[in-house]
Structure formats: C-alpha cells, structure tokens
C-alpha cells in the first residue's frame, strides 16, 4: 500500500499531547490517511475509536454535549485513548468541542481530526485552540507520491537516488518524463492517479470541479455560486498571471471587497495560492500584486478543459512553470516563495528566501535554448545572494 510522506510526520506526532489537525483539499486522502492511522495504532495495541462525523446520529450527539463522545468512546483506566475524527467540520462548534475536551480530558483523550476549509477558516479555530493542536496541510499527490500511488517502485527507488546525489542519470530517464507529461495534465488526486483510463481521469476531475467544490462553496457561505465558479475559470486560464483584483471585479461585476473574499476563500480550500513579489523594500511589496498559482494541475485543467500531451500544449511553458511552485513548496514555507518584476518588464519567476536576505532564484523556461542567464544581468547584479537557475523541461532539477 502507497504511504503519504505526511504519514511519518503525523504518527510521530501522536505521543504529543496537542490535538493533531489534519487539513487540506477534499478528495485528496485526508480520510484514508485517517484509517491508515487507526489501524497501524490498533496493531501497535493503542485503544484507538473512529469516528466519522457523516453520520447524523452521531453528529447530533456531538453537537449537544462534547462529552457524549465518551458514549462511543469509552475512557479506559489509566490508558489513554486516541480517537479518530473524520471531517470535524460538520460540527456546529468544531473550536468549542475540541477546546473543553483537550481541557478538560488531554491526558486521557488524544484527538487526531480531519477538517477541511469551512473549519479552518473559522476564527475561533485559532483563537481558542492556541497551544492546543498543530496543524499538518496535506496537499495532493507530490511527483514522488505519484510514482508510488502508480506502482512503480523501481522508478521511485531510482528518482530518490538522484535526489540523495548517489547518482546523476537514470537509466528511466524516458519513461521519467513520460509520467511527468500525465502529471502534469491530471495532477495528483489520489482516486485520479490510480485511474487509469485518460477519459476517467477527467470524469474523476469533473467530479472534483463540480460536487466537491460546490461543497465548499455551500460551507463557505459563497452567496453568488456563479460568479465565484468564473473567478475559479479565470484564474485557471490566468495561472503565474498577476492577479488584478480591479480587473477581476470590472469582468465578474462585483465588488473588490467580494474578490477579495473569495480569493480568501480559495486559498483557504487549498485551491490556489498567490506569490508575493521580491523587493528589498518590504512597503513596496506588501502593495504590489500578487501572481496567481493551482496547488493541483488536474484541478486547473479540468476547469479550462484542456488535456494534450505537453510538447503539444500552447501553455506549456505556464504548465511547467505551476508545476515548479509545487515543487519549491515540498521544501520551502508558501512565505519564502516569492517572485522579482521590475516596471520596465524584467522578471524572474521565483526568488526563494531560505534566510534573511539570502537564497536563490529560480527562472522556468520550456526548452533549454530559451533562457540565458547573461538576459538576467540586472537581477543577479541587484542581488547576488540570490544565484539565479534556469530549469527547462528533460532538466534533473524538476525531479530532485
């Protein structure tokens, strides 16, 4: 069975005595991760419950009294228990219910929850849980997830020793951007790589953009279904753009404040995020605009309705250069990823700052004769704490 990479992370939190809070996208195995969990802990002899907030019965119990949670999981003597809770955000006060028993019960009861957007944007989640959880996003399927989640164990063993520097070509170095090439047209849902019929990979991905996504946006309390579906349609075919929120609000007819808000919203659902620009003046980049990235490519896909093999594709090089934000982000907190534009048009796609004023940059170009790093004089001049890379499509850098 395929293992996430957050699993370690998440086992080896749950001696801790904080709540552990698993979020992230729907649909991208926050749940079987859960069950993963509940059965390796039971095998290890831990009292383990699971608890699946879909059920009403269950749901209205909860929702009456925190405490009826002992009804179906039962406080043993001197043993603590761990209960598993699935999509705590159903809960009327998720915050509240989690707040009296970590309080109350910490010593005796370990919660490990799932929750997805409408929990994590609640306020109180932060206000009345500090120093009460640590939360671990989950995204969806990582290029090495992929591999796994496919079957290919000698192609993932071979990819993790180019990674470990043990060896600097692959002997799979064809069927390495093969996978690539499907990757990056349908992305890493779990259910959609373990498909494999192309044409029900896109109707796995119709699924995702058409029922889970209006679950977030009836969890989300969106108001104007249609027009957040456009602002979702734009961005896609918008994606390593600059996001002007004025255009965006003359296009949709709505507000600036109502832009805002739903682009609050789908960060907030794991859908997109936005880069901040790179200056050394920090005023002026709190007020310049933001660039515009999907945290899953199948997702943008499916919303432009666009599939071609990716030599073929005329967006080949924005397709690359999302699939590169993913990447730097396996390694690097969203906050240290920024990209540098000046107003004459000079640009460099990604400026990482892994210190205080230093890092390196990182320019996307498709084909390797289309960047040259003399183009980037004035870059690597006002910064030369910041070596600048050109990666390209065949380059090692997009696997390691």
Known sequence: MAIRKKYTEIIN??????????????QIGKSTLLKQLAEDLTQKGESV????????????????????????????????????????????????????????????????????SAFYIDRNFKDSLAGRKRIFQMPSLDFDEFLDFKGKPELLADLISLQKREKQKSVYENLFWALMDEYLNYGGYPAVVLENDFGGKKELLKE????????????????????????????????GNLLNVNELSNTLRINNST?????????????????????????????????VYFNDLGLRNILINYFAPIEQRADKGVLLENYVFRKLLEKQEPDQIK???????????????????????????????????????????????????????????LLV
């Open 49 to 116: 419950f699971f608890i699946n907030l879909e059920r009403k019965s269950v749901l209205l119990e909860l929702d009456q009294d925190p405490e009826n949670l002992f009804k179906f999981c039962p406080l043993a003597e001197g043993k603590r228990i761990i209960v598993m809770i699935d999509e705590i955000q159903y809960l009327k006060d998720a915050s509240g219910f989690l707040k009296l028993i970590y309080d109350e019960y910490a010593v005796r009861v370990k919660i490990v929850a799932t929750g997805s």
């Open 208 to 239: 995702i953009r058409d029922s889970y996504i209006k679950r977030d946006i009836l969890e989300s309390a969106v108001n104007e279904e249609e027009k957040f579906y456009r602002l979702l349609m734009i961005l896609a075919s918008q994606s």
């Open 259 to 291: 832009i805002e808000n739903y682009l609050y919203i789908l960060q907030k659902c794991f859908h997109i995020s936005l880069v901040r620009p790179f200056y050394s003046n920090i005023r002026k980049e709190l007020v310049k605009m933001p660039k």
């Open 339 to 397: 990209f540098w534009r000046t107003a004459n048009g000079n640009e460099v796609d990604f400026v990482v700052e892994t210190s205080f004023q230093k890092g390196y940059a990182v320019e996307v170009k498709f084909q390797d004769n289309e960047g040259k790093l003399s183009k980037y004089k004035i870059f690597t001049k006002a910064y030369p704490d910041f070596p600048l890379q050109i990666w390209h499509w065949g380059n090692r850098n």
């Open 13 to 26: 939190h749950i001696p801790k005595k904080e709540f552990t809070i698993l979020i992230g996208a729907r």
